[in-house]
C-alpha cells in the first residue's frame, strides 16, 4: 500500500513540473534579420566581422529560383598561386561543371592572356630587388561572380599599380563591361571628372586631379539594392611635386569617393574565404 501511495505521488509531482526544456518555436532555429555592409555600417561603427563561406558553398546554398541550376555550380578559382620571396600572384578564373560556357571560357582566356602572361614574363626578366605583386578580391553573390585584381612592380615611385575587374552576371550569363556600367550609369570621361572633382579632397594643399580612368567596378548591396562602385586610376598632380597615380573609389548612388589602401582594397571580411588563403586573409589582426 505504501508503495502504491509513492508511485501516485512521484507521477503527480511530475505532472506539475513546468515543461523548462520544450521550446517555443519548437524547436526550429530563429531567424536572424539580414542587413546590407551599408545599412550596418550606419547602425554600429565597429561590425563585428562574418568568416564568409567558401564560394562553392555560397553557390550550393542559393535557392534553386535565384539562380538556374546550369550556372548554379560555378566558383572562382585560381591558375595561379604563389608566394615566392617577395611576389605575389593570385591570378583568378571561373571554374564552372557542365556543358561548355562560351561566355566564361572568353573571360578565362582574357585572365589568361593578361594576368598570367605578364606575371610569366616578369619572372622570366627580373633582376634583383625587383619583384611583382598580383593581388585578387573575390566576391562571390547568389546574383554575381566578381573579382578585383591589382597588378604592380617594385621598386616604384609614387604609382599604386594596374587595377582591373571582371563581373560575370549569374543569371543573364553575360559577361558585365565597363561601357555596360558607365552606359547604365549615364556617365562619359567629362561628367565622371566633374563629378568626382566635387567630392576630391586633395591630401597635399595645391593637388588636382590631372586623369581619372574606370579600369573596373563592383555591383554591391547598398543601403536600397544594389550600388555601383567604380574602381578608378587616379592622376593627382600639384606645381610643386611630381604625379602620383593612386587607386581611388567612386559610388555614384552615394556620392562617395575616397582613396583605397593598396595593399588590401577591402575589408576582409567582406570578401570570399578562400583555401588555400589568399593575402588578404594572411594580414595579421590589430592587438
Known sequence: ????????????????????CTPKNGGEPASAPQSTPAAAAKKSPTPVPKEAAPPEKKAAEQPESQVPSDQANMRIRFITQEYKDDNIAEIPYIEYDGETNPEIDSINRSMNQGLQQRYDDFME???DNEWIEIRSYPFTSPDYLQV????????????????????????????ISIR???GGLGLDEDTLLHKIGKLFEPEIPGQMIEVA???GFLIREGPEGFVTELLLEMTVDSDDSDPWRFF????????????????????????????????YQMIPERP
Request: hydrophobic share 40%; net charge negative; aromatic share 10%.
Open 213 to 215: 580612368v574606370v579600369k
Open 1 to 20: 500500500m505504501k508503495k502504491q501511495l509513492y508511485c501516485l505521488a512521484l507521477a503527480a509531482l511530475m505532472l506539475a513540473m513546468p515543461v523548462a
Open 148 to 175: 578585383v585584381t591589382t597588378s604592380c612592380m617594385f621598386p616604384n615611385y609614387r604609382i599604386d599599380g594596374n587595377m582591373s575587374s571582371v563581373n560575370y552576371d549569374r543569371k543573364a550569363d553575360k559577361w
Open 125 to 127: 626578366s627580373r633582376e
Open 248 to 279: 581611388y573609389s567612386y559610388t555614384p548612388e552615394m556620392n562617395q569617393l575616397f582613396r583605397m589602401n593598396n595593399m588590401c582594397l577591402f575589408d576582409p571580411a567582406e570578401l570570399d574565404q578562400m583555401d588555400p588563403p589568399l593575402s
Open 180 to 182: 555596360d556600367i558607365m
